[in-house]
């Protein structure tokens, strides 16, 4: 299987609250990361959390971390159609500079 | 200050045919990684140069890509002969050296198209 696994599409309604999921397979996972790849645009690390932790709120998003069962989600409040965009799941080990990516959840926001 | 740039930001190709692509990493940052991403499948990583050396090239797929970055500064991904698999968007990250605890920036991707 892949080492970090996140379903392809999510469609949300505008103003309802968006959650993308992502699991994981390497226990020594330091650092999880969200980025956001707006349409014709690269990759925008939109937050991130490390693995002591097991909430991170910033304005509309809240990232979760559940270590045991190696499942990190990204809650998007108040969704909003500038939210549509691939939401790429990534993890890295703190001895690693490369993180290994998912494929990706295309979030579409529709009104 | 300017961020990663790549080029060109498209390009299709002939099945054959040598494609060149560039990266500029963020001024300053000694790291610099290329990734891919096939259509629908995960970012993968391609390489990790330090400076001007080749620090990790364990995802390079095979021979045909080659990889260079002389002078430590900007850094080219030649693809030659290209087939049809090596469709997808290219991604350059820079970061810098000193800190192991940041996170790398991305450029726009390069899309390619072998046809």
């Known amino acids: 299987g892949e080492d970090v696994e996140q379903s392809l599409f999510l469609s949300v309604r505008e103003g309802d609250s968006s959650v993308i999921n992502c699991t994981y397979t390497?226990?020594?996972?330091?650092?999880l990361y969200w980025y956001k790849q707006e349409p014709g645009a690269g990759l925008q690390l939109l937050t991130y959390?490390?693995?002591?932790?097991d909430m991170k709120q910033d304005q509309r998003l809240t990232v979760l971390l559940n270590k045991k069962d190696k499942h990190l989600s990204l809650r998007i409040a108040d969704t909003q159609t500038g939210d549509s965009a691939i939401y790429f799941c990534a993890e890295r080990t703190g001895g690693s500079y490369i993180p290994t990516f998912g494929r990706g959840t295309s979030l579409i926001v529709h009104p | 200050e300017a961020g990663v740039t790549q080029f060109p930001s498209h390009s299709v190709i002939e099945k054959g045919q040598t494609v060149t692509l560039r990266c500029d990493p963020i001024?300053?940052?000694?790291?610099l990684y290329w990734y891919r991403r096939v259509m629908g499948k995960e970012i993968k990583f391609l390489l990790h140069f330090v400076k001007e050396s080749k620090q990790d090239e364990s995802g390079m797929p095979n021979n045909r890509f080659l990889a260079e970055r002389t002078g430590g500064t900007y850094s080219t991904l030649k693809v030659q002969p290209a087939e049809l698999e090596d469709s997808g968007v290219y991604f350059c990250?820079?970061?810098?050296?000193?800190?192991?605890?940041?996170?790398?920036?991305f450029g726009q991707g390069t899309r390619l198209t072998v046809v």
């Open positions: 001024s300053g940052h000694d790291n």
């Open positions: 959390i490390f693995s002591n932790m």
């Open positions: 390497d226990s020594s996972s330091t650092y």
């Open positions: 990250a820079s970061s810098p050296l000193s800190r192991l605890n940041t996170e790398a920036f």
